[in-house]
C-alpha cells in the first residue's frame, strides 16, 4: 500500500467517524426541537442543533481515547481484571471530562458562568456519560472482534488456496517425469534398431521437456497451446510406431482459446497409445476431438484399441489418476471425467469442465 492511499484511507476513515457522530447530534436536536415544541418551550431548530452538536461533538472527541484503551485492554480471556481495573477509573475520569468540557462550551452559547453550566450537567449527565463510555468500549470491542474474524477467515482461504497450488504443482511435477521416462523407454527401444529414427525423437523430446517446462508455473493455458504441447509428444510417439499410429484431430475453431489444465490431454493420449495402440498388431488411430456446449468446453479422446477391460473395473495408472486429482482440485464439482467404451469400439475419455477464456496478452 503507497503512502498515498494510505493518507486518503485514514482520511476517509476520519471523514465516517465525523459523519457518524454528526448524525448522532441531529438525530438529538431534531428530538430536543419536537418536544421543547410540544413542551411549549421557544427553541429554534438552530440552538436545538446547537446544543445536540455541542453535546455529541465532546463525546466525538472523548471517544478517541477511549477506542484506544479499548483496543489495549480488552476484555480477552486472562485480562479481565486488569482490563476492569483500567476501564472503571477511565469510566469515570470520562464522565467527568465530558462535563468540564460540555460546560465550558455551554459559556459560548450562553450568558451562564461556567458553576452554572456545570452543576447542572453532574446532576442530569453523569449517569449517561458513563453509560456512553461503556457503549463505546462495546462498539469497539464489536467491530475489531469481526475485523479479526473476517483476517483469520481471509488467512484461512489464503493457506487453502497456497496449498491447492501447491498439490497442482506436485502433481504436476509427478507427471512431468512419468511421460519423460516413457518417452525415454521409447527412444532405447529404437537407439539400436534405427539410430537416425532414434536421434529424431532425442531432439522432438527435448522440444517437448523445452515448452513443458516454459509452462510449468501455469496451471492452466490456451487449448491452442495445449495441444502444441500434444503435438510434440505425438511427433515422438509417430516416429516410434510409423505408420502404426494416425492421429485425427476434430478441434472446433472456437474452442482454441478456452482455457484447459496444462499437460491435461498429453497423459489421456499417452493412456491410449500404451493401452489401445501398443498391445495390438495392427494399426492404431487415436482421435481427439472438442467442442463448446453452452457454459462448458468438451474434450475427448479416443482410440480403436480393445476398450475397458470386461473381467473388472479398470485400473487407473499415474497420468489417469493425476488427471482426476488435478481436476477435482481446479474445478470441484463443476467438472466431468470419464472412460467407457467408444460406440464403434476402443476406449473413449471425455473431460467436461468450464468453458473460460484465455485473456488476451498484451
Same mark, same amino acid.
Request: net charge positive; proline share 4%; aromatic share 10%.
Given at each position: 500500500?503507497?503512502?498515498?492511499?494510505?493518507?486518503? %484511507?485514514?482520511? #476517509?476513515?476520519?471523514?465516517?467517524?465525523?459523519?457518524?457522530w454528526t448524525l448522532?447530534?441531529?438525530?438529538? *436536536? $431534531? !428530538?430536543?426541537?419536537?418536544?421543547?415544541?410540544?413542551?411549549?418551550?421557544?427553541?429554534?431548530?438552530?440552538?436545538?442543533?446547537?446544543?445536540?452538536?455541542?453535546?455529541?461533538?465532546? $463525546?466525538?472527541?472523548?471517544?478517541?481515547?477511549?477506542?484506544?484503551?479499548?483496543?489495549?485492554? @480488552?476484555?480477552?480471556?486472562?485480562?479481565?481484571?486488569?482490563?476492569?481495573?483500567?476501564?472503571?477509573?477511565?469510566?469515570?475520569? $470520562?464522565?467527568l471530562a465530558y462535563?468540564?468540557?460540555?460546560?465550558?462550551?455551554?459559556?459560548?452559547?450562553?450568558? +451562564?458562568? $461556567? +458553576?452554572?453550566?456545570?452543576?447542572?450537567?453532574?446532576?442530569?449527565?453523569?449517569?449517561?456519560?458513563?453509560?456512553?463510555?461503556?457503549?463505546?468500549?462495546?462498539?469497539?470491542?464489536?467491530? &475489531?472482534?469481526?475485523?479479526?474474524?473476517?483476517?483469520?477467515?481471509?488467512?484461512?482461504?489464503?493457506?487453502?488456496?497456497?496449498?491447492?497450488?501447491?498439490?497442482?504443482?506436485?502433481?504436476?511435477?509427478?507427471?512431468?517425469?512419468?511421460?519423460?521416462?516413457?518417452?525415454?523407454?521409447?527412444?532405447?527401444?529404437?537407439?539400436?534398431?534405427?539410430?537416425? +529414427?532414434?536421434?529424431?525423437?532425442?531432439?522432438?523430446?527435448? @522440444?517437448?521437456?523445452?515448452?513443458?517446462?516454459?509452462?510449468? &508455473?501455469?496451471?492452466?493455458?490456451?487449448?491452442?497451446?495445449?495441444?502444441?504441447?500434444?503435438?510434440?509428444?505425438?511427433?515422438?510417439? !509417430?516416429? %516410434?510406431?510409423?505408420?502404426?499410429?494416425?492421429?485425427?484431430?476434430?478441434?472446433?475453431?472456437?474452442?482454441?482459446? *478456452?482455457? #484447459?489444465?496444462?499437460?491435461?490431454?498429453?497423459?489421456?493420449?499417452?493412456?491410449?497409445?500404451?493401452?489401445?495402440?501398443?498391445?495390438? +498388431?495392427?494399426?492404431?488411430?487415436?482421435?481427439?476431438?472438442?467442442?463448446?456446449?453452452?457454459?462448458?468446453?468438451?474434450?475427448?479422446?479416443? @482410440?480403436?484399441?480393445?476398450?475397458? %477391460?470386461? &473381467?473388472?473395473?479398470?485400473?487407473?495408472?499415474?497420468?489417469?489418476?493425476?488427471?482426476?486429482?488435478?481436476?477435482?482440485?481446479?474445478?470441484g464439482e463443476s467438472?466431468?471425467?470419464?472412460?467407457? @467404451?467408444?460406440?464403434?469400439?476402443?476406449?473413449? #475419455?471425455?473431460?467436461?469442465?468450464?468453458?473460460?477464456?484465455?485473456?488476451?496478452?498484451?
Amino acid at each position: 500500500m503507497t503512502i498515498k492511499n494510505a493518507l486518503q %484511507r485514514r482520511r #476517509v476513515k476520519w471523514l465516517l467517524w465525523f459523519g457518524f457522530w454528526t448524525l448522532i447530534g441531529l438525530s438529538f *436536536a $431534531f !428530538q430536543f426541537y419536537i418536544s421543547s415544541a410540544k413542551a411549549g418551550l421557544e427553541v429554534t431548530w438552530r440552538q436545538a442543533v446547537g446544543y445536540a452538536l455541542g453535546d455529541w461533538y465532546v $463525546f466525538a472527541l472523548l471517544s478517541i481515547p477511549v477506542v484506544w484503551l479499548a483496543r489495549r485492554f @480488552d476484555f480477552e480471556s486472562g485480562h479481565r481484571r486488569r482490563s476492569l481495573a483500567v476501564h472503571l477509573p477511565a469510566s469515570l475520569a $470520562f464522565s467527568l471530562a465530558y462535563m468540564v468540557l460540555r460546560a465550558g462550551v455551554g459559556r459560548f452559547q450562553s450568558d +451562564a458562568s $461556567f +458553576a452554572e453550566a456545570f452543576l447542572p450537567l453532574l446532576v442530569k449527565t453523569w449517569h449517561f456519560n458513563l453509560l456512553i463510555y461503556w457503549v463505546i468500549v462495546a462498539v469497539t470491542f464489536a467491530f &475489531d472482534y469481526y475485523r479479526k474474524y473476517r483476517e483469520r477467515e481471509l488467512r484461512a482461504v489464503e493457506l487453502e488456496k497456497r496449498l491447492a497450488e501447491a498439490k497442482l504443482q506436485a502433481l504436476q511435477m509427478q507427471l512431468n517425469p512419468h511421460f519423460l521416462f516413457n518417452s525415454l523407454h521409447s527412444i532405447s527401444a529404437l537407439v539400436h534398431q534405427d539410430a537416425e +529414427a532414434a536421434d529424431r525423437m532425442i531432439v522432438r523430446l527435448s @522440444d517437448l521437456l523445452r515448452a513443458a517446462l516454459e509452462s510449468s &508455473d501455469t496451471q492452466e493455458v490456451s487449448l491452442r497451446e495445449e495441444l502444441g504441447i500434444l503435438q510434440r509428444y505425438l511427433e515422438i510417439e !509417430q516416429i %516410434r510406431f510409423g505408420s502404426r499410429l494416425t492421429v485425427k484431430m476434430n478441434i472446433a475453431p472456437d474452442t482454441l482459446d *478456452a482455457r #484447459v489444465p496444462n499437460l491435461i490431454l498429453q497423459p489421456l493420449v499417452e493412456n491410449a497409445i500404451r493401452h489401445g495402440i501398443e498391445p495390438r +498388431a495392427k494399426p492404431g488411430c487415436i482421435e481427439l476431438r472438442s467442442q463448446r456446449e453452452g457454459g462448458a468446453l468438451t474434450l475427448e479422446v479416443g @482410440d480403436n484399441g480393445a476398450g475397458l %477391460r470386461k &473381467d473388472g473395473p479398470a485400473k487407473e495408472g499415474v497420468g489417469l489418476s493425476n488427471t482426476r486429482e488435478r481436476l477435482q482440485a481446479l474445478y470441484g464439482e463443476s467438472h466431468g471425467f470419464e472412460l467407457r @467404451d467408444a460406440p464403434e469400439g476402443g476406449l473413449l #475419455v471425455r473431460l467436461i469442465i468450464p468453458f473460460r477464456k484465455e485473456a488476451p496478452r498484451a
